[in-house]
């Protein structure tokens, strides 16, 4: 199983018609997280005319909140939803701020604008795909540990952790579903100089780039 989601905070900011819109996106594992993120941009923008907002706080899409905030039924939390369900991103929330610049812009207007603020925010935060991971502990000694990295850059694994001690202990996340294959065939490529350890899963964020 995978999911994608945004991996670190992140903010965008236009202008429309004379009004300011921000958004402001972010990782959150739960609703409680999302919760506190809302509160956070509230605090940030007291003064906003409307604090807008939709996530998706779970890992499969079935805890799904949002709010136009004042703005007319249906022109904003709904279509910022439709961007976080369209991008297929989960465990993300995103609160978009209006400041009002004196010009209406009709239900139409405001529904451009929320969801085109909140798809340009996302289009340009760094959205990792989530993948559950098992941590092996790799140990070899240091006269083999550049056959190891080789390996590694081979099958286009990234060491997490190095330990120095009388050997090299390398930590490496590897999918669940793929962990017996890499197994055998460090082995078969190291012929017998390097030790494995399993570790605990756990879900590691992994570039989509």
């Not at 905070?9 to 594992?29: L, M, Q």
């Not at 004042?70 to 939803?81: D, H």
């Not at 009002?100 to 405001?110: H, P, Q, V």
């Not at 082995?187 to 570039?207: C, L, N, P, Q």
């Amino acid at each position: 199983m995978s999911y994608k989601s945004i991996y670190s905070p992140a903010t965008y900011e236009k202008v429309i018609e004379k009004s300011r819109f921000i958004a402001n996106c972010a990782h959150v594992a739960n609703e409680e997280e999302a919760k506190i993120f809302l509160a956070k941009i509230r605090a940030e923008h007291s003064f906003a005319t409307h604090n807008c907002y939709a996530y998706v706080a779970d890992k499969t899409g079935n805890l799904m909140r949002f709010s136009d905030d004042g703005e007319p039924q249906g022109t904003a939390g709904i279509p910022i939803l439709e961007v976080l369900k369209s991008k297929q991103l989960f465990e993300t929330a995103v609160v978009v701020t209006r400041y009002f610049g004196g010009i209406k812009l009709g239900a139409g207007g405001l529904v451009r604008a929320y969801a085109g603020t909140a798809s340009e925010a996302l289009a340009q935060a760094d959205i990792r795909e989530y993948r559950m991971c098992r941590e092996l502990k790799m140990k070899v000694g240091y006269e083999n540990f550049d056959v190891l990295k080789k390996f590694l850059e081979k099958s286009g694994r990234e060491i997490r952790k190095i330990e120095y001690t009388d050997t090299v202990i390398a930590s490496v996340a590897v999918e669940e579903s793929e962990e017996d294959h890499f197994i055998g065939a460090l082995h078969d490529y190291m012929a017998g100089r390097v030790s494995t350890e399993k570790g605990k899963s756990d879900w590691i964020a992994f570039s989509c780039k």
